[in-house]
Structure formats: structure tokens, C-alpha cells
């Protein structure tokens, strides 16, 4: 018997599972762009992105950095953003002496402006460092954004932040896979706001 045959239903699962979680994120175009117009408005009153994650979180937040500061798209501007969990001297110095806990919220306060974005990544909304940075950065008026997988956990609970993205699924692939898609969506409406101002308007509060 064919491989392909014995394996039809395990891979079909595979396929439905991505479709439902991918078909929510559609269903949440709306949040999704009300978010990334006050995002686009503060890039362009000189804010600067933050973004922090843990693990696979934290990879994806370089990911974002990066491509905020160094568009892999020709012509596209640079727009200033950086990375928490990058400085790894800073985290682990930060974690042995004020608790992992405080390990990105520590570094909000000293780095963030009132014009800036915060953004916390957690697979299933319970990485306690991400929810008091989110935290901090509200108490300095920062915008907030949240990618969360699951039920969302405590960011979700106690809406730690202005905007939370869920990944529809309990699956870790599945809800990864979906933040790269929904940050790959942030980017790039933010830019297609940027580039044209009209659309913004105020920008909502600032």
C-alpha cells in the first residue's frame, strides 16, 4: 500500500487543523487593522517598537525587530524597533537579581517613551514576564499588542494589553505558524499606513 494512502487521514488532520486556526485569524481582520493603524500613527510621531517573548517567543520577536528595522522589501522604510530578549547579558543579569519575572518589564521602563509600542509574545498567554512587561508598558501609555495562542491565558484574563491576537489552537506548531502569519500581516498593513497618512487620521490616543 501506497505511503500516501496510509497516511491520507494524519495528513488531512494536519492540514484542517492549520485551516481552522488560519480561517480565525481571518475573521479577526478587523482588530488586526485597527491595531496596526495606532501603530503605523505612532511610527510616525517617532515612536519605536518593543517587542520581548520567551523561547520561541523570543526568536519571534527578533524576527519582528528585524524586519522592522531592515525590510527585506526594496523600497520599504526602516522603522526603529528592538528586541528584548536579544541581550542576553541583560536578561540573565536582570533574572538573577530581580526574578525572571521582572526580566522584560525592567527593561520597558528604562527604554520606552509614552509614544511607543509594546509587543508580547506567548504561546499560550501565561509567561508571567510578558504580562508585567504588557503591564508596564500601559502604566507609561505605551499602544499595547499581545499574540497569544490557546485560551490566552492571563494576558487574556486580565487584557494586559490594548489588543490581543489569539492563535486559534491548543496545538504549539499550529499557533507558532500563526503568529509568523499574523506578524508578517502586522508588518505589513503597518507599512501600507505609514506610507499613506490620510488613512490614519488621529491614530487614535497618542
Known amino acids: 500500500m501506497p505511503l500516501t494512502s496510509t497516511m491520507h487521514p494524519t495528513v488531512g488532520e494536519a492540514f484542517l487543523k492549520r485551516d481552522r486556526a488560519g480561517r480565525a485569524l481571518a475573521a479577526n481582520s478587523e482588530r488586526i487593522a485597527l491595531a496596526c493603524r495606532e501603530m503605523a500613527a505612532r511610527f510616525r510621531r517617532g515612536g519605536k517598537l518593543i517587542v520581548f517573548g520567551n523561547g520561541g517567543g523570543g526568536a519571534d520577536a527578533a524576527h519582528i525587530a528585524v524586519e522592522f528595522m531592515h525590510p527585506v522589501i526594496v523600497g520599504k522604510e ?59 508598558a500601559r502604566e507609561l501609555g505605551l499602544f499595547t499588542l ?19 491576537l489569539v492563535a486559534d489552537s491548543d496545538d504549539p506548531a499550529v499557533v507558532k505558524e500563526i503568529h509568523v502569519t499574523m506578524y508578517h500581516v502586522v508588518w505589513e498593513l503597518v507599512h501600507v499606513l505609514f506610507e499613506q497618512p490620510g488613512l490614519i487620521g488621529d491614530g487614535g490616543a497618542g
Do not use: K, Y
Open 146 to 164: 499581545a499574540l497569544v495562542g490557546g485560551g490566552g491565558g492571563a494576558i487574556m484574563r486580565d487584557r494586559a494589553a490594548d489588543h490581543i
Open 78 to 136: 526602516a522603522l526603529p524597533a528592538l528586541a528584548l530578549s536579544n541581550d542576553s547579558a541583560t536578561v540573565t543579569g536582570l533574572s538573577s537579581r530581580e526574578g525572571f519575572a521582572e526580566a522584560f518589564a525592567h527593561q520597558v521602563r528604562r527604554w520606552a517613551d509614552p509614544a511607543d509600542m509594546a509587543l508580547g509574545i506567548s504561546r499560550d498567554g501565561r509567561c508571567e514576564n510578558v504580562l508585567r512587561a504588557l503591564e508596564a
